[in-house]
């Protein structure tokens, strides 16, 4: 997965490093007689899948279920009032994992570890922890969540790496300047782990999302109306210009920004005031559009100016767009999660799953990439699978801030690896799912092996 898309033969590791890529020639000569040699036979090693946004303690609770199947399985009547987190607007609606003490955190984190190293996934963003949430039903997304991470990863016991960002509003919900500039000043994040868990910046909600009629769009909904945002302010001018000064004072402060985005005026707003932002200092702060349901070719075409990345889950994407066509109208499918649009337009693009909204399987990520159905309006959005692999590995690295040392197998780099049961030259996209993690590797350290 580097720049030349390099196909090796061979691979040596040392003292958690890749030490060497090549041919056989060229790296048997490293092995010695405490060398364990791993022989592929035709199977595909890949760098560490790195799943870019990913809930990993509301995961551990749920886990093996899923928002999405919680749902599926919900009353008619109980779906339609829930955001994409399952949070219940509207009385009955899927269960609520709960987090209160630190054994029940410590435990979570841990499981989710585990089930994240049986599938090849090395790195993590936990996109959304901190004070805002410390009042929150489910303590999944609590300050406390946020110290465990750093006690554990102090402690060498996690098993994948963690990149975090703070929250200092209600998850999917209401948002205030005053509390983001309250946090910015006088929340201390954990210390940084090096390698292991950094805090990298921060979370904003701007709006809902479209099939709840709650994403702030260009396009009308059924009634006419056309969404808002979640951020505070009398009107939406006072809430549009509140969300600019809070990515202002963000990017002011050095943090990256991950903003949930999803309506088409909201995508337009966030990547202008990013763009604002950097011009005001010149600062590349990597910051991110998460979701972007609705991006038209404009939008596209500022972002990859700004260099703002998009986040996006290819699985939301086929499971909803049937849901975001009934609140915004076919027509709006044309600019829906324009992932093939926006590589082409020069926009970082990462991949992820949202767990446990979805089963964090990037195998099943990527097929959906890579398979994605041409809506009624005929726009193919298909990436190929190539493509879909860099954005769970190399381009994540970059989100990271990170690229300099994981993401890719080259020499210098983090020994991070995911070894495949199959040549995945010779494998359909759409039977990835299928495929077979044989081995997860860490820092050197196998921490999966089937």
């Known amino acids: ?31 010695g007689p405490g060398t364990r040699v791993v022989e592929l036979r035709g199977r595909s090693l890949l760098p560490g899948i790195n799943d870019s946004h990913l809930h990993g303690a509301w995961l551990g609770t749920m886990w093996p279920d899923t928002l999405m199947a919680q749902l599926a399985a919900a009353p008619a009547d109980g779906g339609p009032g829930h955001d994409h987190h399952g949070h ?18 410590r435990r979570a984190i841990l499981r989710t570890g585990e089930l994240l190293a049986s599938l090849g996934i090395t790195s993590y963003t936990e996109p959304g922890l901190g004070p805002g949430e410390d009042g929150g039903p489910t303590g999944c997304f609590s ?11 102090a402690e060498g016991l996690l098993r994948a790496r963690v990149t975090a960002l703070l929250l200092f509003g209600l998850l999917d919900g209401a948002s205030s300047a005053a509390d983001l500039l309250r946090g910015l000043t006088g929340f201390a994040a954990p210390a940084e782990v090096p390698g292991w868990f950094r805090v990298a910046g921060v979370k904003i909600f701007a709006d809902g999302i479209p099939p709840m009629g709650s994403a702030w769009s260009e396009e009308p909904y059924a009634d006419g109306g056309h969404g808002d945002l979640l951020v505070d302010g009398a009107d939406a001018g006072e809430r549009e210009a509140n969300l600019r000064a809070m990515i202002r004072a963000a990017h002011a402060a ?84 324009p992932v093939r649009d926006a590589l082409a337009a020069g926009v970082p693009l990462c991949l992820s799953s949202d767990a446990p909204v979805l089963a964090p ?16 309006t005929g726009r193919d959005q298909r990436l190929a699978l190539a493509e879909a692999l860099y954005a769970y590995t190399a ?20 020994a ?3 070894l495949l ?15 077979p993690v044989a081995m997860t590797v860490v820092d050197g350290r196998v921490v999966h092996e089937a």
């Open 1 to 31: 997965m580097d720049g030349a898309r390099t196909v090796a033969e061979a691979l040596a590791v040392h003292g958690g490093t890749v030490v060497r890529v090549g041919t056989d020639a060229e790296v048997a000569p490293l092995i």
């Open 88 to 105: 219940d607007h509207a009385g009955e609606g899927p269960a609520l994992a709960a987090l209160s003490t630190p054994a029940e955190r």
């Open 143 to 153: 300050s406390a969540v946020l110290a465990e991470y750093a006690g554990l990863a």
């Open 254 to 337: 050095g943090h990256q920004i991950g903003v949930h985005a999803t309506g088409s005026r909201t995508t337009r707003v966030v990547t202008e005031a990013f763009a604002e932002a950097r011009a005001a200092d010149g600062r590349d702060g990597r910051h991110y559009l998460i979701h972007g349901d609705v991006l038209h070719p404009a939008t596209l075409a500022a972002m990859a100016a700004a260099g703002v990345g998009l986040n996006t889950q290819p699985g939301i994407a086929a499971a909803t767009a049937p849901m975001l066509a009934g609140a915004l109208g076919t027509d709006a499918l044309a600019h829906a999660w």
């Open 361 to 376: 399987d990037w195998r099943a990520g990527a097929a959906a990439a890579a398979t994605r159905a041409v809506e009624a």
């Open 395 to 414: 381009a994540p690295a970059r989100q990271d801030g990170a690229e300099d040392w994981k993401g890719t197998l080259e020499a210098g780099k983090a």
């Open 416 to 418: 991070d690896l995911c």
């Open 421 to 435: 049961d199959a040549d995945l030259r010779e494998v359909a996209p759409a039977a990835l799912p299928e495929v």
